[in-house]
């Protein structure tokens, strides 16, 4: 009997940017960190923690996403949205440090709105997005030279979700684009439509789901109308004339936690649980979407579980941390609040920021050692507030 022979095979770049190793400062994918975090099991991190933002009293304000954990959450100074967040931040010019307990798009948008003296934290640099690393700078840049031989680069306007990248971002900007949120997109579409004229198109970027329920269940477009650019083939994988046709170009991007829904989630929930209000979110499929009773933003989601009667069902469609939140913060009401898929799905690089990482990040910054700092270069913070504030203005 032989022994089997080490095989010489080396990892991927990618293959090491998604175990956390190497680092990539344009890629929303893992790096390493760069201190000894405290360990998981240490039973003193929650006071850790308390002593350390306590020490740094206003100097620090730490924000917390709807999707964070409860072990984080518990030390937000404000919870929300990406873009609500961002501008509590703004807010409070006298913080020195903002400690974005989110993901690595949402700590640019913070860094792209606050003031040059305060200093944007990412407790882990390994908390990305998943669908914001589906449209990279150089991939639109190529996308914009499709169209611009298609010759309909000049009446398309570009929008882009918040939950993008700064290069994204500051590209919509450059191109006379706007940003939009999961509660504005109706309206930045309709401005984009106004700027493209009668033949006007948008490119929508990178959530294809949400562009596609905004367009034909609110703008009344057909789902002819619209048109994927993968950016992984050949000219999108469209032809010329199909570019030429559409009114929206849907870039081919999606949330890994809201694209998992699917119609089956949906009927399943409603066989098992009689009279469900099924309620999701607009990054999911259109024909969930259409299947749903509700569709709205997160912001909208919680605004009606809020305002349901006592003794009402809901399956709802979005990240579970935030589904069993609600799910505690209602059960004495009696409203009955559960996830719509069977399967536990939290949004994993969301996830990465952990109690551990939240501690070191306090204590170092405590100690005078600013870490994990997400710094926009001039340029792009320029043009991506550029499309920031028209979004901003929109009527």
């Known amino acids: 009997m032989t022994s089997a022979q080490p095989l010489d095979v080396k990892p991927t770049?990618?293959?090491?940017?998604?175990?956390?190793?190497?680092?990539?400062?344009?890629?929303?994918?893992?790096?390493?960190c760069p201190g000894d975090l405290p360990a998981p099991s240490d039973p003193d991190l929650v006071e850790r923690a308390r002593a350390a933002k306590a020490s740094l009293g206003d100097r620090v304000f730490v924000l917390g996403h709807h999707y964070q954990r409860d072990e984080v959450i518990q030390f937000a100074d404000v919870t929300g949205d990406s873009f609500k967040l961002a501008r509590d931040a703004a807010a409070r010019p006298e913080a020195e440090f903002i400690v974005f307990c989110g993901v690595h798009f949402m700590a640019e948008s913070a860094d792209i709105l606050t003031s040059d003296a305060q200093r944007v934290i990412l407790p882990d640099l390994a908390a990305g997005c998943s669908m914001a690393d589906m449209a990279s700078a150089e991939q639109v840049a190529e996308a914009w030279d499709v169209l611009t031989e298609a010759g309909v680069a000049d009446v398309t306007v570009p929008v882009s979700y918040m939950n993008s990248s700064a290069d994204i971002k500051a590209f919509t900007g450059r191109n006379g684009g706007v940003i939009c949120t999961s509660s504005n997109a109706r309206r930045a579409l309709d401005w984009a439509y106004e700027q493209a004229g009668p033949d006007g198109k948008v490119l929508f970027l990178p959530d294809q789901h949400l562009g596609r329920n905004t367009a034909v269940r609110e703008l009344g477009l057909s789902l002819d109308d619209c048109v994927v650019y993968n950016p992984h083939r050949p000219g999108g994988g469209l032809t010329a004339d199909q570019l030429r046709r559409a009114r929206m170009i849907l870039w081919r991007g999606h949330c890994s936690v809201h694209g998992r829904f699917t119609l089956d989630s949906v009927k399943e929930v409603r066989e098992r649980i009689p009279g469900v209000n099924v309620l999701v979110h607009p990054e999911c499929q259109y024909e969930v979407v259409e299947a749903a009773d509700q569709v709205g933003s997160t912001e909208h989601i919680i605004a009606t579980l809020d305002a349901a009667p006592a003794g009402s069902r809901w399956a709802i469609g979005t990240e579970l941390n935030l589904v069993r939140r609600l799910a505690n913060r209602y059960a004495d009401q009696g409203k009955e609040i559960v996830f719509l898929d069977r399967t536990v799905c939290f949004c994993s690089t969301m996830n990465r920021i952990d109690l551990p990482h939240l501690v070191w990040s306090l204590e170092s910054l405590a100690a005078g050692k600013v870490v994990n700092r997400i710094e926009v270069d001039r340029e792009t913070e320029h043009f991506a507030k550029l499309a920031l504030e028209r979004m901003l203005a929109l009527p």
Do not use: T, Y
């Open 13 to 32: 770049p990618l293959a090491l940017l998604l175990l956390g190793r190497e680092s990539d400062p344009a890629s929303e994918r893992g790096v390493d």
